[in-house]
């Protein structure tokens, strides 16, 4: 089910009003009915997917426990492997195995052997790289002895499955949402308030910025070979703004929709196109996914406690395996790689923790220095999503040969765009400056008077029922 959809406006309000009116007197009947409706809308999708998130959330609950039983660090070893193997086992033939069939038949081909692998027509299950992800932290964090194993089933049940972040995140951790089912919940008309704000601003994000963007990016790339530089040029920067617009809307739609049934969950974007470089911006962008792969890929490997080698080596590794996360091409390996390219300067010469505190704290407006990096870091990450976007190795360096062609001439006719898309994004940006330091764009319950806020709120719900483009699924669902 998507959030932007007819079906997604109906359900909501309906789970709310069992939730809070039916079954707010019993936890336990809460969390079964959150499983429930978390079931029917990830099944809305293909029912037929729902056997695995059931099986995962099975073998990592008993996993867990025997986890907490077993003292014995063999047997601890093997019920790890079990889970660690089999959840990643599931991950890579669903998004991997034509991938890497495909990719060893050509490596063969140019050494002139020819071979015939077997590939199958594979649908990916919709949002399998998060949950998997999340409940391999679990198990991790069991093992590890950082966490105690959930003997409720219907607590750890309900804590996979949990519909606002099932399909699309942020990646949760155990040890910040489990507990939150393990205890009852009232409800708190301030932070259902700030929720309903935060999910507006959400779907102005994806509706009114991501999806205008998305007509002009589709053109654009989809027939790169017969466009202008600057309109190859528009085309990156566009898809720059689709992809935060898109994928920032959703988690503000789910953290918004998790606040309506009085849950936290963790911040995945904080407004990462305002960082003065890459670094910054990778502790602002997809925070979630940053940090799993830092405390478990990066800090066991060593960290950047080890010798420089090893650093950049780790550095490598971890955003390749974030490329790959991304999906089964070369272009999200490529689109990491870079990235580690990026911040090679920055780890070598230790400034990879310069920028920690919000730019142009405590001032309206950016210095110059701040401005050109935040524009040179911009356009570092523009370049990248080049290859992100594009179908394969090929395009990706076709469109980019196609940005050095004669510069500044106009676009194509052809092209079918609204000018109202680079105003969109203008007011994205500007509202997200001015509230740069708080937690989304329509936080404002201290911010001028009431029927200002309430006239902000009105408008932003008009502009995204008058231009909100046609329905269109969220771009992170293919991973």
């Given at each position: ?182 205890h009852q919940r009232h409800f708190d008309s ?31 790339f989809g027939d790169y070979q017969h466009q ?252």
């Open positions: 089910m998507l959030f932007n959809s007819y079906e997604f406006a109906i359900f909501l309000p309906l789970v709310f009003i069992l939730y809070w009116f039916a079954f707010q007197k019993s936890l336990r009947l809460q969390n079964l009915f959150i499983i429930l409706v978390s079931y029917l809308f990830y099944g809305w999708w293909d029912w037929r997917f729902l056997f695995l998130v059931l099986f995962s959330s099975s073998l990592d609950f008993w996993v867990g426990l025997r986890l907490d039983a077993i003292e014995d660090p063999r047997w601890r070893k093997v019920f790890f492997s079990l889970s660690y193997l089999t959840n990643l086992g599931f991950l890579g033939f669903f998004k991997y195995y034509n991938f890497f069939a495909e990719s060893l038949t050509a490596s063969f081909a140019r050494l002139g052997v020819h071979l015939d692998p077997t590939t199958l027509y594979i649908i990916l299950p919709v949002g399998i790289s998060f949950y998997t992800f999340q409940t391999l932290s679990y198990t991790i964090d069991v093992y590890r002895r950082k966490l105690s194993a959930e003997k409720d089933p219907v607590v750890f049940f309900a804590f996979v499955s949990f519909f606002p972040q099932l399909v699309a995140g942020p990646i949760e951790r155990a040890t910040h949402l489990l507990p939150q089912f393990q301030q932070k259902a308030r700030d929720g309903l704000r935060q999910m507006l601003w959400g779907f102005f994000k994806k509706m009114v910025v991501a999806d205008n963007c998305a007509k002009w990016v589709g053109q654009i202008t530089s600057s309109a190859l040029i528009a085309g990156s920067i566009l898809f720059t703004f689709q992809i935060y617009g898109d994928f920032s809307g959703y988690s503000d739609i789910a953290i918004g929709s998790a606040r309506l049934f009085g849950f936290d969950l963790i911040r995945n974007f904080a407004y990462p196109y305002f960082s003065r470089d890459i670094a910054e911006f990778w502790r602002r962008w997809h925070i979630s996914l940053s940090n799993w792969f830092r405390d478990y890929v990066y800090i066991p490997l060593g960290g950047s406690r080890v010798s420089t080698y090893k650093v950049l080596r780790n550095t490598f590794v971890i955003f390749v395996l974030s490329g790959l996360w991304h999906g089964a091409n070369w272009t999200y390996v490529a689109w990491g790689f870079l990235h580690a390219v990026y911040l090679l300067p920055l780890v070598l010469m230790k400034r990879n923790r310069n920028n920690l505190e919000i730019v142009a704290a405590g001032r309206t407006f950016p210095s110059l220095k701040e401005l050109i990096q935040m524009l040179s870091t911009f356009a570092l990450v523009s370049f990248a999503l080049i290859f992100f976007r594009s179908k394969d190795i090929h395009s990706a360096f076709g469109y980019i040969a196609g940005m050095f062609k004669t510069p500044f001439l106009p676009f194509n006719r052809t092209l079918d765009f609204s000018l109202m898309t680079p105003v969109f994004i203008a007011l994205m940006l500007l509202v997200e400056w001015a509230q740069r330091t708080k937690q989304h764009g329509l936080q404002m319950d201290h911010f001028a008077s009431k029927p200002l806020r309430w006239s902000i709120y009105l408008a932003v719900f008009l502009i995204i029922f008058v231009y909100g483009a046609a329905q269109q699924t969220f771009i992170y669902f293919q991973f």
